[in-house]
């Protein structure tokens, strides 16, 4: 590819970007997450294995598995001003009914659900506060208990590519 993808100008590459780096570097997630397949001081192995930077639902398993799936949205321009958007992320947790249960006595979908709360919400790690706006649960018509949350930041809308233009030419 000629293009630099490692350093592209593509706001929502860059917060899965932080999404995933802020995912991986919790300890907390990766324990709750419950794979005992892999090595939680190799928590980059835990990326599109049990955390993924796509919405999916999980299929048929071998061994009860646990998810986090998240995505970033430009949903609209902020309604009054047209230099500011709004942006959605939403996380969407999925817990197999056979891993449901944690020893700290919470649901694994809701302790992960707090987790991500507890990490996003209010943060300004994407240059804007992100502000939770959704928090519920569901299922699946398989054997997983999710819990969705979706954040909403008004953000600046791709100054970097503004044209000033006369409105009368």
């Not at 942006?87 to 817990?95: G, L």
Request: hydrophobic fraction near 35%; charge should be negative; include cysteine.
């Amino acid at each position: 590819m000629i293009r630099d993808i490692e350093n592209i100008d593509d706001d929502i590459s860059s917060m899965k970007r932080i999404i995933r780096q802020k995912l991986t570097s919790d300890p907390d997630v990766i324990e709750v997450l419950n794979n005992h397949e892999l090595d939680p001081s190799s928590p980059d192995d835990y990326l599109n294995n049990n955390i993924f930077a796509y919405i999916r639902i999980p299929g048929t398993q071998d061994v009860a598995k646990n998810f986090i799936c998240f995505s970033v949205d430009d949903i609209e321009d902020h309604r009054y001003n047209s230099v500011m958007k709004i942006q959605y992320v939403q996380f969407v947790v999925f817990c197999h009914a056979d891993d449901i249960k944690t020893p700290y006595g919470i649901e694994r979908h809701d302790l992960l659900g707090y987790l991500i709360r507890d990490i996003f919400n209010w943060s300004n790690m994407f240059g804007m506060q992100a502000k939770l706006v959704y928090n519920k649960e569901s299922v699946t018509d398989t054997n997983y208990s999710c819990r969705t949350l979706k954040f909403e930041l008004t953000k600046t809308n791709s100054l970097n590519n503004a044209v000033t233009r006369n409105k009368y030419e």
